[in-house]
């Protein structure tokens, strides 16, 4: 027998190209029998790596690629699908195209110039057309003979592709991915095979589901192949494809159609490669869904908008089934199977969490998507106020700290009703951009706020994804607080700050894990004290001396944070106490108990502390001018009080604590080093400068940069420049001494420059007038 190094594949190219001329001019059943030999002859030796003898390159310089793409065209004619008589024939012919491009970019290159894996995906577009519509929950039905023409298809296209980019270029045009991902959900639907095993069919059963497991395994690896590419903005999918892949979601949970299978006694091998081929899809599917919703606008768009087909019979929005799956998918009873060791079975249910995990986070950016806000909020619905979505949410929060609060409940609640309180607390979060959406989630009839204030949710044990979604969804909601007198009295109802300020959060031993969790409990610190005096009084003041106040704890925070988000929103945090405790009118009788808790208030905030953390936000905030102008009301109010106003003066002039950002060639772990953490800086008159420009080191600094309001990062607005004036004027009714004059020869020169500049350059600007009329009454009160 000769060996295979010796075979000289070159006659049989040349027979097949003799027969494709031969069969143009005369289509016979005989002809395409000497194809289907020849070519399942050169399929077999193409298999074959390695050789002496190259004969894949050898054959991929000759007409080879541009028969076999010829010869697949005459064999199709001018059907989409091959008759049964054409099928071994073309069945060997892409055996031959996919065994001669396997690692090979030669060739790959030579079967792309002639349009063959193009025609391949002609070949399965055809089958895809198939599909009904809206398709069967049962898998497509096709014969052995088509199984393993959509299979060896696939692979034709595995092999071209990977690792090669001008196929993949090619196909990715042609959406290759959308129309694989829809044959294989049809032929191949997750957990299918348990409904066709049966011990009278069972040499057909193996081969057919070997076949269409096969499809599935091949379909993922080639959409794997094209979304492995340099060019990583390149889309290989659209939201197109949703329906086929959501909709098996749906098998993962109860109630299965069996569980236990015949198969894992008559053959083990096949039960363990059809369960994990199940396995594989959900996998896969949630790779997809996730990633796409994360980087892709128009998927998230559709993903809120699309349907798909569980049954035959009612479309079903595809979020409404994603959303099924993580609360109803479980783990397979097929994996308790005696096949299968504690060690797979576990892997296998870590997996299965993670799906669930990617799913939450394609949920909720599908929900962070502005768009979306009129398809996913419904106001049409009377009964469920917000729509289906919300309510289950809604139901999702509640149904978590019922099942903790239930006598019966276990003492630690499943990992999936964490994720459920996650997923909705995060999806309504994102979601609430409007004061009456607020409102609903506070009303009946939902009355979220004694479930969102339960200690479940801020107990020391509490997942910190959990307190992240609740307090992310708390800080969203407080925001309207100004504009719905309902947020606010609701959270009072339920003591929010109380729970808030004794939950911990603000501890110094949550700083390592939970920046994003303090700062979103101070954001509703910060929107609750600015809507109303009662969560202002609960902040200031302590509940029991077990606990200090909430206050207390945030200016903590302020100091040993090097946290920028957390000092500016922290001290933002006072300067709402601030405005609250002085705008708030007071009440009449002298008695009365609230007064006097106001005044306790007031007492606890006239500190050097508050008064330095409020010109350090000024100081820092160069780049800022909300946050500087609401520094300045602050300290303004401040020294309205006689002991307010000498405070204010001491803390002009405290050096600011800022972050020195590490040199250029600063590594990461010198630039976290303590030599180059938070530092406080001296005030060497114009001696440090940030791009070029001066950098205050103090209040003072800033104040007189704003006056002046040249060589700033930023341009400061007149109201914020006459509010300054109006400080300075504020400042000296309770201050004196050698500091206040020290605060007079610094902002007088800079009065008389603003006021000379703006006569010697009128430029008709809007607030022009009041600024010259309030530096003019300053200058007049320091200088009579």
């Keep these: 027998m000769a060996s295979e190094a010796s075979i000289d594949l070159i006659p049989l190219e040349r027979q097949l190209q003799q027969l494709t001329a031969s069969i143009r001019t005369k289509d016979e059943d005989e002809s395409w029998t000497t194809v289907t030999s020849i070519s399942q002859e050169l399929a077999n030796h193409l298999r074959v790596r390695n050789s002496p003898v190259d004969k894949h390159t050898i054959l991929g310089k000759t007409e080879l690629p541009q028969t076999l793409t010829s010869l697949l065209s005459l064999g199709l004619r001018d059907s989409h699908l091959p008759g049964e008589t054409r099928t071994a024939p073309i069945l060997e012919l892409l055996r031959v195209g996919a065994n001669l491009c396997m690692d090979h970019d030669e060739n790959r290159a030579a079967l792309l110039e002639v349009g063959f894996p193009q025609s391949v995906m002609s070949l399965l577009e055809g089958y895809a057309e198939t599909i009904p519509s809206p398709p069967d929950a049962t898998s497509l039905p096709l014969?052995?003979?088509?199984?393993?023409?959509?299979?060896?298809?696939?692979?034709?296209?595995?092999?071209?592709?990977?690792?090669?980019?001008?196929?993949?270029?090619?196909?990715?045009?042609?959406?290759?991915?959308?129309?694989?991902?829809?044959?294989?959900?049809?032929?191949?639907?997750?957990?299918?095979?348990?409904?066709?095993?049966?011990?009278?069919?069972?040499?057909?059963?193996?081969?057919?589901?070997?076949?269409?497991?096969?499809?599935?395994?091949?379909?993922?690896?080639?959409?794997?192949?094209?979304?492995?590419?340099?060019?990583?903005?390149?889309?290989?999918?659209?939201?197109?494809?949703?329906?086929?892949?959501?909709?098996?979601?749906?098998?993962?949970?109860?109630?299965?159609?069996?569980?236990?299978?015949?198969?894992?006694?008559?053959?083990?091998?096949?039960?363990?490669?059809?369960?994990?081929?199940?396995?594989?899809?959900?996998?896969?599917?949630?790779?997809?869904?996730?990633?796409?919703?994360?980087?892709?606008?128009?998927?998230?768009?559709?993903?809120?908008?699309?349907?798909?087909?569980?049954?035959?019979?009612?479309?079903?929005?595809?979020?409404?089934?994603?959303?099924?799956?993580?609360?109803?998918?479980?783990?397979?009873?097929?994996?308790?199977?005696?096949?299968?060791?504690?060690?797979?079975?576990?892997?296998?249910?870590?997996?299965?969490?993670?799906?669930?995990?990617?799913?939450?986070?394609?949920?909720?950016?599908?929900?962070?998507?502005?768009?979306?806000?009129?398809?996913?909020?419904?106001?049409?619905?009377?009964?469920?106020?917000?729509?289906?979505?919300?309510?289950?949410?809604?139901?999702?929060?509640?149904?978590?700290?019922?099942?903790?609060?239930?006598?019966?409940?276990?003492?630690?609640?499943?990992?999936?009703?964490?994720?459920?309180?996650?997923?909705?607390?995060?999806?309504?979060?994102?979601?609430?951009?409007?004061?009456?959406?607020?409102?609903?989630?506070?009303?009946?009839?939902?009355?979220?706020?004694?479930?969102?204030?339960?200690?479940?949710?801020?107990?020391?044990?509490?997942?910190?994804?959990?307190?992240?979604?609740?307090?992310?969804?708390?800080?969203?909601?407080?925001?309207?607080?100004?504009?719905?007198?309902?947020?606010?009295?609701?959270?009072?109802e339920v003591a929010i700050i109380d729970r808030i300020s004794t939950s911990g959060i603000w501890d110094e031993k949550s700083d390592a894990m939970a920046d994003v969790i303090q700062l979103s409990a101070i954001g509703v610190a910060k929107h609750m004290c600015n809507a109303s005096l009662d969560h202002t009084i609960a902040l200031v003041l302590p509940t029991d001396q077990t606990h200090p106040s909430g206050l207390v704890q945030i200016l903590a925070l302020i100091k040993r944070s090097d946290s920028v988000s957390i000092r500016s929103e922290g001290s933002r945090v006072l300067v709402n106490v601030v405005k609250s405790l002085w705008f708030t009118e007071r009440p009449t009788g002298a008695s009365d108990e609230r007064q006097k808790k106001r005044d306790q208030c007031v007492a606890s905030v006239l500190t050097p502390e508050c008064a330095n953390t409020l010109t350090a936000l000024i100081g820092r905030s160069n780049k800022y001018p909300i946050l500087v102008n609401e520094g300045i009301v602050a300290i303004s109010l401040l020294s309205t009080h006689k002991l307010g106003g000498p405070l204010v003066l001491d803390a002009l002039t405290v050096p600011v604590k800022t972050l020195v950002p590490p040199p250029p060639s600063t590594s990461l772990d010198e630039a976290l080093s303590p030599t180059n953490g938070a530092v406080t800086t001296p005030s060497p008159e114009g001696s440090s400068r940030d791009a070029g420009l001066p950098v205050p080191q103090h209040a003072l600094d800033m104040l007189v940069y704003v006056l002046r309001n040249v060589d700033n990062p930023v341009n400061f607005p007149f109201e914020v420049r006459v509010n300054a004036c109006t400080f300075f004027l504020q400042l000296q009714r309770h201050a004196t001494g050698a500091s206040l004059d020290h605060v007079r020869e610094t902002v007088l020169p800079v009065l008389r420059q603003i006021i000379q500049e703006i006569k010697e350059y009128p430029e008709g600007v809007d607030g022009e007038e009041k600024l010259v009329k309030a530096a003019n009454l300053l200058i007049d009160s320091w200088t009579r």
């Design 143 to 492: 014969s052995i003979p088509h199984l393993k023409i959509v299979r060896t298809s696939i692979g034709v296209l595995l092999n071209a592709s990977i690792g090669y980019d001008p196929v993949k270029f090619r196909l990715i045009s042609l959406e290759a991915a959308l129309t694989i991902i829809k044959l294989s959900s049809t032929i191949y639907p997750p957990t299918s095979w348990i409904l066709h095993q049966t011990e009278s069919l069972k040499e057909e059963f193996a081969e057919e589901w070997t076949l269409r497991s096969g499809i599935s395994n091949w379909a993922w690896r080639t959409v794997s192949a094209l979304k492995d590419v340099q060019d990583e903005t390149l889309q290989i999918t659209n939201s197109d494809i949703l329906p086929w892949i959501t909709s098996p979601l749906l098998k993962f949970c109860p109630p299965y159609a069996s569980e236990s299978s015949i198969l894992s006694d008559s053959d083990p091998d096949l039960f363990d490669n059809l369960v994990q081929t199940d396995f594989d899809f959900l996998e896969e599917s949630c790779t997809i869904i996730e990633s796409l919703s994360l980087d892709i606008e128009d998927f998230r768009l559709e993903l809120a908008r699309a349907t798909c087909y569980p049954t035959s019979t009612k479309a079903t929005p595809c979020l409404s089934t994603i959303l099924d799956f993580i609360e109803y998918g479980s783990y397979s009873p097929l994996w308790k199977n005696p096949i299968f060791d504690d060690a797979e079975i576990k892997k296998r249910e870590k997996a299965f969490d993670i799906c669930k995990a990617a799913l939450i986070k394609a949920v909720v950016e599908v929900f962070a998507e502005e768009k979306n806000e009129e398809i996913l909020w419904n106001d049409s619905d009377s009964e469920h106020p917000g729509g289906i979505f919300v309510n289950r949410f809604v139901q999702w929060i509640k149904g978590y700290v019922e099942a903790q609060e239930a006598k019966s409940a276990p003492k630690i609640i499943t990992n999936s009703r964490d994720d459920m309180a996650i997923c909705a607390s995060l999806s309504l979060g994102n979601l609430i951009r409007k004061a009456p959406h607020a409102t609903v989630l506070l009303s009946k009839p939902y009355s979220l706020a004694p479930f969102l204030s339960s200690i479940h949710f801020f107990s020391s044990s509490t997942d910190i994804k959990l307190k992240h979604g609740i307090l992310g969804l708390l800080k969203h909601l407080s925001q309207f607080s100004k504009l719905s007198s309902v947020i606010p009295n609701s959270l009072a």
